[in-house]
């Protein structure tokens, strides 16, 4: 059964860094592009980043250009989302998703609260 | 890159059908035959109920349904039953730059 479980939300300041994981089970993790997509509350979904399946290639939406860093580690079967200089904007539930055959997302995990406040 | 445009709710009863409709421009939705649809149930993960326009995977009901005319997508679900309540998003794939563009999503209430 393909699993991925998010992992290290919680509540930053202005300005401050977090490292979310996602942790991938029930299928080879490193033959799978792989994305972040978050949602704010009581907004819809917004595509955040993605990378191909050996981790050479990555790309951002504009809004975190410059202050995200998506990566992987697939001897870990492990997404990772590195925020930097996080924004109160950037509070949301961020979601990992698996990318199916073509540009879907046939699996998703549960997401994780990010919360930028002070 | 703008969010599609869907409305943000619609209704039916059981039995009835619904179609949600998802509007985009010839960069995303009218210029690719990649849009996919989403259900999302409050603090479950979201599920992936069509993809390439028309295809279903496996295990989703065939009371689900998709097409595409220009730059409009749709969504339709016939013979609603109360589960189906839950917000529906659509999402496009906008060329190797953008790559993805989601819909504002619509909230479906099964009456």
């Known amino acids: 059964e393909v699993q991925l479980v998010e992992s290290g939300g919680g509540l930053v300041q202005p300005g401050g860094s977090l490292r979310l994981s996602c942790a991938a089970s029930g299928f080879t993790f490193s033959s799978y592009w792989m994305h972040w997509v978050r949602q704010a509350p009581g907004k819809g979904l917004v595509w955040v980043s993605r990378i191909n399946s050996d981790g050479s290639s990555t790309t951002y939406a504009d809004s975190v250009k410059g202050r995200f860093t998506i990566s992987r580690d697939n001897a870990k079967n492990t997404l990772y989302l590195q925020m930097n200089s996080l924004r109160a904007e950037d509070t949301a539930v961020y979601y990992c998703?698996?990318?199916?055959?073509?540009?879907?997302?046939?699996?998703w995990g549960q997401g994780t609260l990010v919360t930028v406040s002070s | 890159q703008s969010a599609l445009t869907q409305p943000r709710s619609v209704s039916g009863s059981p039995g009835q059908s619904v179609t949600i409709s998802c509007t985009g421009t010839s960069s995303d939705v009218g210029g690719y035959n990649y849009v996919s649809w989403y259900q999302l149930h409050p603090g479950k993960a979201p599920k992936l109920m069509i993809y390439d326009v028309t295809k279903r995977p496996s295990g989703v009901p065939d009371r689900f349904s998709g097409s595409k005319s220009g730059n409009t997508a749709s969504l339709t679900i016939s013979g609603l039953q109360a589960e189906d309540e839950a917000d529906y998003y659509c999402c496009s794939y906008a060329g190797s730059y953008t790559l993805r563009v989601f819909g504002g999503g619509t909230k479906l209430t099964v009456l």
């Open positions: 998703a698996r990318e199916g055959g073509s540009y879907y997302f046939n699996y």
